[in-house]
């Protein structure tokens, strides 16, 4: 391991260039342009909430700039900054729920209130409920299997990226994916037929 | 199992769709511009606590320094301390009820065998006749003077004015006597 230092679970190489003073803004700049929409859907993916992930983008990047000078031996920004956010997220959402849970309600009120998909209802408004559903199946989720799921969302990132972010083999992302992918199928089926009979 | 995957298949796409909508958001426009000035104030801020506590070390270092100095010339001028006066020493404090009592190693042999010459030249120089004899002092002389010329009744009524008259005919002390013959001595 000599050679490294680990910084947010990720490797930064020491055999980069040296970096002046004023770098780690225009570093920081690159990053945002590069990373800042993969920032905001994953703290999205967990907060569910614009002004929530807003914020926590806001949060992620500040981080970012505390390690300075070491912002040019970063490996992966990707990665690195993916893993800021997906911490930052977490502990927003359990800041939220220490301050306040969230009511919810059984998914079967939800799933009563989706529209028939028949020609000529509204499809926005049939989204908007299929995804609060999803939201309420993913929230009862367990935990390690409830965060690469929310992860495998956002379109940037691929299961190997996630487990680099997550700190797990990709084999246990993979794993846990399929198991959480057939909890949710289990259940959005009991739900169907509930509804249809 | 076909007739499984069949069933399957619906919930399979279903859950797809979803999913694939989940975090298919859109940061509101601006973002970008708005975190970009958040770390330029915070950058800008930096600086100015930087050369402040650079500051406040660098004068904080040399302060130290100067005392360390001064203590250093100040114990140089002085003279090396007296030694304690035996009077002036004080016991040694009493133990705390909770702190354990430091004992002392108990003497050996070899301690009491270590001893033995200074004390056997204080024994040496210990002299035969205690007190040892020294001229009387002139106070002494006039005493024993007055104790010579003067009666042994009047000497204990001076001293004992209230108790009982001595009885007539008491033996003066010796050194008395001795006193009286010598200054008859002289005097002739």
Partial sequence: MSGYAVTEGVLLKDNTKAITPAAPLEAMEHLVAEHSGMVFRIAYSILRNHHDAEDAVQECFLKALKYGKDLGHVRSPKTWLGRIAWTVALDRRALQNRSGPAERGPESDLLEQLPDARPGQDDQLAGQQMRRLLERMIASLPEDLRHPLELSTVQELNSAEIAELMGIPEGSVRTRLLRARKILKEKLSSMLEAKHG | ?188
Avoid: C
């Avoid at chain 2, 930096?46 to 100095?69: D, G, N, Q, Y």
């Avoid at chain 2, 001064?70 to 006066?85: D, E, N």
């Avoid at chain 2, 065998?113 to 004899?133: D, G, I, T, Y």
């Fill in chain 2, 1 to 188: 199992m076909a007739e499984h995957d069949k069933h399957d298949q619906p919930l399979e796409e279903m859950l797809d769709s979803m999913l694939s909508n989940y975090s298919d958001e859109q940061p509101r426009p601006g973002l970008e511009t708005r975190v970009l000035a958040t770390l330029r104030a915070e950058a800008s801020q930096k600086p100015e606590h930087a050369p402040f506590w650079r500051w406040l070390w660098s004068s904080a270092a040399t302060l130290a320094l100067v005392a360390i100095a001064l203590a250093v010339y100040i114990g140089r001028l002085q003279p090396p301390p007296a030694p304690p006066a035996v009077g002036a020493m004080k016991p040694p404090p009493e133990a705390a009820p909770g702190v354990p009592r430091i004992h002392r190693r108990p003497r050996t042999a070899g301690d009491r065998e270590s001893e033995k010459p200074e004390r056997s030249l204080a024994m040496a120089a210990r002299q035969e006749v205690f007190p040892a004899p020294v001229p009387l002092t002139d106070q002494e002389r006039l005493l024993l003077r007055y104790l010579a010329n003067t009666a042994a009744e009047e000497v204990v009524a001076q001293s004992h004015s209230d108790g009982p008259a001595p009885e007539d005919g008491r033996p003066l002390p010796p050194q008395v006597q001795e006193f009286k013959i010598t200054e008859a001595v002289s005097t002739r």
